[in-house]
T-cell receptor, first 114, second 111 residues
Framework: GNSVTQMEGPVTLSEEAFLTINCTYT??????LFWYVQYPGEGLQLLLK?????DKGSNKGFEATYRKETTSFHLEKGSVQVSDSAVYFC?????????????FGKGTLLTVNP | EPEVTQTPSHQVTQMGQEVILRCVPI?????FYWYRQILGQKVEFLVS????????KSEIFDDQFSVERPDGSNFTLKIRSTKLEDSAMYFC?????????FGNGTRLTVT
């Protein structure tokens, strides 16, 4: 079946540090890939997505590239801010025809210190 | 920007009681979902709903669970007889296509 494996947390960085959160997937066919973010006390917000191989999703300074050859979708940001502190979830969607169900990784807690 | 709204934000109930969690999806969306997140654990798929019927459900979604879209705007999750292990954050989501939009969740506490 489909599954997502992401880097175990927690990750603690200083402000302006470089961020990488690794994500790899197992799926049949050609899934779409996502990063969702969950700020404290809030729901899940779509951060970025890529729907086919070699696509790069980007938003708010975050980037991730869909690498079919390594089945990966690593999240990166060049300079993190305190406000980026949140839980980050990698996810995939493989349309079964009548839904776009997401399969999530376990989440990575990021804490950014001033 | 349109949002998915969920009520209540927090529900406390006694074991064996029925609960109904309510969601108002984004109005032009066609696909609807429920997920749950037990504290500190991963976000788990429960059920998807399309064209007025369940399109997929997980092993978690047993006979104690049901979903309904009673009036074309609300989307509800009912748990008939709650168990302690049903305590979790429940998220509703909707989509037009591949990008799901989530509500802020209902925290269900079963005592």
């Amino acid at each position: 079946g489909n599954s997502v494996t992401q880097m175990e947390g927690p990750v603690t960085l200083s402000e302006e540090a470089f961020l990488t959160i690794n994500c790899t997937y197992t799926a049949t066919g050609y899934p779409s890939l996502f990063w969702y973010v969950q700020y404290p006390g809030e729901g899940l917000q779509l951060l970025l997505k890529a729907t086919k191989a070699d696509d790069k999703g980007s938003n708010k300074g975050f980037e991730a590239t869909y690498r079919k050859e390594t089945t990966s979708f690593h999240l990166e940001k060049g300079s993190v801010q305190v406000s980026d502190s949140a839980v980050y979830f990698c996810a995939l969607s493989y349309s079964g025809g009548s839904n776009y169900k997401l399969t999530f990784g376990k989440g990575t807690l990021l804490t950014v210190n001033p | 920007e349109p949002e998915v709204t969920q009520t209540p934000s927090h529900q406390v109930t006694q074991m064996g009681q029925e609960v109904i969690l309510r969601c108002v999806p984004i109005s032009n969306h066609l696909y609807f979902y429920w997920y749950r997140q037990i504290l500190g654990q991963k976000v788990e798929f429960l059920v998807s709903f399309y064209n007025n019927e369940i399109s997929e459900k997980s092993e978690i979604f047993d006979d104690q669970f049901s979903v309904e879209r009673p009036d074309g705007s609300n989307f509800t999750l009912k748990i008939r007889s709650t168990k302690l292990e049903d305590s979790a954050m429940y998220f509703c989501a909707s989509s037009w296509e591949v990008s799901l939009h989530f509500g802020n969740g209902t925290r269900l506490t079963v005592t």
